[in-house]
């Protein structure tokens, strides 16, 4: 799971984010918008890292 979890961040995950924040920067958006655009990436990272992280039997 590590390894896969790992694997699909660098070649999902980071890409991805960039996109957004890309998008966010570039974008003629609302600021708004782009602060909701980089709480999304934030919530992305968290959601994997989340996922990369041993079970804690407290938690699950």
Known sequence: ???IGG???QEVLIP???QIELFAVMA???ELNRMYL???TA???N????????AQPSQR
């Not at 959601?47 to 041993?54: L, N, R, T």
């Open 1 to 3: 799971k590590g390894f």
């Open 7 to 9: 694997k699909l961040n």
């Open 16 to 18: 991805c984010q960039r």
């Open 28 to 30: 003629p958006i609302s």
């Open 38 to 40: 980089m709480s999304l």
């Open 43 to 45: 919530t992305l990272k």
């Open 47 to 54: 959601a994997f890292d989340d996922w990369h992280k041993p």
